[in-house]
């Protein structure tokens, strides 16, 4: 059974940057269609963005775009976000979601694996 695990998350200044990590334990995450997804209290998890397994393809929301860059380390089993130019909408728990490999776009996959998350803050 495959389990996610978040980390790099912290307190960091507007226009910061921080590297978030996901790695999987019981199957390793290359073998996957992997999403970063963030949530605040009260609102429903937002899709980021995320990587196909089939092709390395990816998506990002518009929030994001052009600050935000996911990759993946096969040999590593993981999975980054690197997260650029921050600002205080930002900040969320950022969780980690696993979905079977399938044709088209990430963003309309089923994901039905998730980590915990890692809570992201920005703040001066």
């Known amino acids: 059974q495959l389990q996610i695990v978040e980390s790099g998350g912290g307190l960091v200044q507007p226009g910061g940057s921080l590297r978030l990590s996901c790695v999987g334990s019981g199957r390793t995450l290359s073998s996957f269609t992997i999403a970063w997804f963030r949530q605040v209290p009260g609102k429903n998890h937002e899709g980021v963005t995320c990587i196909s397994k089939s092709d390395d393809k990816t998506w990002y929301a518009d929030s994001v775009k052009g600050r935000f860059t996911i990759s993946r380390d096969n040999a590593k089993g993981s999975v980054y976000l690197q997260m650029n130019n921050l600002t205080p909408e930002d900040t969320a728990n950022y969780s980690c979601?696993?979905?079977?490999?399938?044709?088209?776009?990430?963003?309309?996959?089923?994901?039905?694996?998730w980590g915990q998350g890692t809570q992201v803050t920005v703040s001066s």
């Open positions: 979601a696993a979905a079977n490999p399938l044709q088209g776009s990430c963003a309309v996959a089923t994901y039905h694996s």
